[in-house]
């Protein structure tokens, strides 16, 4: 059985939280650095799992200050 990668683990995560109303629209996530202590892995990790999020709209970065959770599509 293939082992799910941590950043897979770390986005489906997130994923769940958001999609259980946990992180609501405009919600800002924690900081990199205390994602990455949550979680206990890498900065790069964390990066990946943020992309994965991005790419589904589910989050939006937004530049010096943070990454938040996005408003429903649709």
Do not use: W
């Not at 629209?25 to 205390?34: N, Q, R, T």
């Not at 991005?54 to 996005?70: D, I, K, P, W």
């Amino acid at each position: 059985m293939p082992v799910t990668p941590f950043y897979e683990r770390i986005a489906n995560d997130i994923r769940t939280k958001i999609k259980s109303g946990e992180l609501k629209p405009g919600d800002k996530l924690p900081s990199i650095s205390e994602l990455c202590r949550q979680y206990d892995v890498s900065t790069q990790v964390i990066r990946s799992a943020m992309l994965m999020l991005r790419a589904e709209g589910l989050v939006e970065g937004h530049q010096g200050r943070g990454v938040y959770v996005r408003g429903r599509a649709g």
